[in-house]
C-alpha cells in the first residue's frame, strides 16, 4: 500500500558509521515518534547488504551483511519519516 507524507509530517536523515569489525549499529531519532516510522537505510559505495533488525518509536538497529573487513569505516545512510495512514 502506498504512503504519503503529509505537509509537517516528521522526517529525519542520519549516517551511521560502522569501523573495522563493526556488523550492527542503533539510530536514536531527534524526537520519538507517535507510531512506528518508515525507515530506509542505504550503504555508501560498498558492496554488501544493510538489514533493519529492529525499529521502535525512538530508534532503528542497521545490521551489515558481514562485518567490516576494512580499515576504512563504511557508512549506511538513514531516511527516516512517520507512516501515513491516509492512501
Given at each position: 500500500?502506498?504512503?504519503?507524507?503529509?505537509?509537517?509530517?516528521?522526517?529525519?536523515?542520519?549516517?551511521?558509521?560502522?569501523?573495522?569489525?563493526?556488523?550492527?549499529?542503533?539510530?536514536?531519532?531527534?524526537?520519538?515518534?507517535?507510531?512506528?516510522?518508515?525507515?530506509?537505510?542505504?550503504?555508501?559505495?560498498?558492496n554488501?547488504?544493510?538489514y533493519?533488525?529492529?525499529i521502535?518509536?525512538?530508534?532503528v538497529?542497521?545490521?551489515?551483511s558481514?562485518?567490516?573487513?576494512?580499515?576504512?569505516?563504511?557508512?549506511?545512510?538513514?531516511?527516516?519519516?512517520?507512516?501515513?495512514?491516509?492512501?
Open positions: 500500500k502506498p504512503q504519503i507524507l503529509k505537509a509537517g509530517a516528521q522526517v529525519e536523515t542520519g549516517k551511521l558509521e560502522y569501523e573495522t569489525g563493526d556488523y550492527t549499529k542503533t539510530f536514536t531519532f531527534a524526537e520519538p515518534y507517535e507510531t512506528v516510522p518508515i525507515c530506509v537505510a542505504t550503504p555508501e559505495k560498498e554488501l547488504n544493510v533493519i533488525t529492529a521502535t518509536l525512538t530508534s538497529t542497521v545490521e551489515l558481514a562485518s567490516n573487513p576494512q580499515p576504512d569505516s563504511i557508512f549506511v545512510h538513514l531516511h527516516i519519516h512517520e507512516a501515513s495512514t491516509d492512501v
